[in-house]
């Protein structure tokens, strides 16, 4: 099987998907960039804000299916300003490790900050990454958790090949996404909440309609929870599924190296 | 898998846990008890209501309250929603572990270590459970704990019932409160009452396909 078949439906041409708008495949990455760059110092508020908190209840039931324990080395890839990094840091413990990770220099910086103020410094190395090329040994991880980021990798099949490869055989990936909620009401009221209040919260807070006009756009544009599932199955992933949340508003995909 | 909205699940555990933690660290007596438990895990399976919640002693003064876990348990106690609900209600809990369908598998003895420490402590189940769930199931939850560790102080006659009947039948009416705000509450609620009125017409379709086989 190739590629093409993992990929969504334009990804085989030269140009991909920026939220609803096509670029091209090699500006992608830099547009993205400039994304994070910008709301990276009122991400977590706006985080927050625009879930009402509940991305922190995604989370919890993100760590709560890692079943990460004292001793694992965990990579939180496009980890941002390092929410997950903190808690699997008390989870692995001293003799444990956790690599924050992400292609975003300003991320991390305001993530390494964070890690600072939790007092999670001794277990924690903060790697500048791409998700796509993980600079880190073959079957060297024990889990690996993606949150809110794969849908800004430009690659994703690529992105989760490289993630197999350097997973320990019964290690697992979990990713963490946006994905379609399962019903059609439902859907409609997402679609309202996420194009237009969203984007006026991001104005008002951060100034920033156009960024937060992007992250609505990308939502929907990313693969929804079967494409997704066959997606990690086509990169080799055994034993994959996934767990909708709110209604699928989020989905949490789980699948292990055998 | 549970078919349960894992996103509800855990922002109720959340909560309890974090009134757990409150009330431990408030109890300073309590804390050498837990040490002495420290690394243990409890389960507990509903099984009526196809859920399962594990309780894991992490150190003298933190537990963690999960619907996932890979560690093994020390003890793991499966029973109905009328079980647990007679036990908790129950003046002799001990006939009731014996004479209801509640299963418990290991040691028994870390169990009622861990009722006896807790029903020491004064925990506030109510405010987290009410702030995720809203005030009808928040409330019941909170009656139901409230007497499972404090066995044999009081008898609540209805508890039982309300408690059954409420979980199977009311559980998807009471949409979330509060804490979890505009958006939780908005995305929640609807995708509750579409499931509800799903339901609905679930029901009335068998009763209408039953009518005609009978017709
Ligand atoms: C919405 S944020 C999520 C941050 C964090 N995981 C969380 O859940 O709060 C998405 C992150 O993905 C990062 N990202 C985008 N493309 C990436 C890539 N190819 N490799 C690694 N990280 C990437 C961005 O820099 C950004 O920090």
Redesign the interface.
């Given at each position: 099987m190739t590629d093409d078949t993992t990929s969504t439906p334009h990804e085989e041409e030269n140009t991909t998907d920026f939220g609803f708008s096509r670029v091209n495949r090699g500006d992608k990455a830099g547009m993205v960039r400039g994304v994070f760059d910008s709301v990276a110092g009122r991400y977590d508020l706006m985080n927050d804000l625009?879930?009402?908190?509940?991305h922190?209840?995604?989370k919890?039931?993100t760590i709560?299916?890692s079943?990460v324990?004292t001793g694992q080395t965990v990579l939180d890839i496009a980890g941002g300003t390092g929410d997950l990094a903190a808690k699997f840091s008390r989870l692995v413990g001293p003799e444990g490790q956790v690599i924050l990770a992400d292609i975003n220099a300003a991320m991390l910086t305001v993530g390494r900050d964070r890690l600072i103020d939790k007092g999670a410094t001794g277990n924690v190395q903060v790697v500048q990454a791409d998700a796509q090329a993980l600079p880190f040994d073959d079957n060297s991880i024990d889990c690996i958790t993606i949150a809110f980021g794969l849908r800004n990798v430009t690659d994703k099949a690529m992105a989760l090949r490289s993630m197999l490869r350097v997973l320990r055989p019964g290690g697992r990936l979990l990713v963490l996404e946006f994905s379609t909620?399962?019903?059609a009401?439902?859907g409609k009221?997402?679609d309202q909440?996420s194009f237009q209040i969203l984007p006026a919260m991001g104005r008002l807070i951060a100034q920033d309609a156009e960024s937060y006009r992007y992250l609505a756009e990308s939502i929907r544009q990313h693969p929804d929870q079967e494409t997704l599932l066959e997606m990690m199955e086509v990169a080799g992933f055994a034993n994959c599924?996934y767990?909708?949340?709110?209604?699928g508003?989020?989905a949490?995909h789980q699948g292990f190296k055998a | 898998m549970t078919q349960h909205d894992p996103a509800l699940i855990s922002a109720a555990l959340a909560g309890i846990e974090r009134a757990l933690n409150q009330a431990i660290a408030l109890s300073p007596t309590s804390h050498d008890e837990l040490a002495g438990l420290a690394g243990t895990v409890l389960g507990v399976e509903v099984t009526t209501v196809d859920l399962t919640v594990y309780l894991d002693i992490i150190s003298g003064t933190e537990a963690r309250l999960m619907t996932h876990c890979e560690l093994p348990t020390a003890a793991f106690v499966r029973g109905t929603v009328e079980d647990f609900a007679s036990l908790a209600s129950s003046k002799d809990p001990a006939a009731v572990l014996i004479n209801s369908g509640i299963e418990l598998e290991g040691n028994s003895g870390s169990l009622i270590a861990l009722q006896q420490v807790i029903s020491r402590m004064d925990i506030d189940w109510e405010a987290p459970l009410v702030a995720t769930l809203g005030d009808v199931m928040g409330h019941q939850i909170a009656e139901t704990l409230r007497s499972m560790f404090r066995w044999g102080e009081s008898a609540h006659s209805s508890l039982r019932r309300q408690i059954s009947e409420f979980v199977l039948e009311e559980a998807r009416l009471t949409p979330p409160k509060a804490e979890l705000e505009y958006f939780f509450d908005a995305v929640q609620s609807l995708s509750m009452q579409v499931d509800r009125v799903q339901n609905k017409l679930e029901k009335l379709r068998a009763k209408v396909e039953q009518k005609r086989g009978q017709a």
């Open positions: 625009m879930s009402g908190g509940i922190r209840i995604w919890r039931f709560e299916l079943a324990r909620p399962t019903s009401l439902l009221l997402y909440y599924r767990h909708n949340m709110t209604g508003v989020v949490l | -």
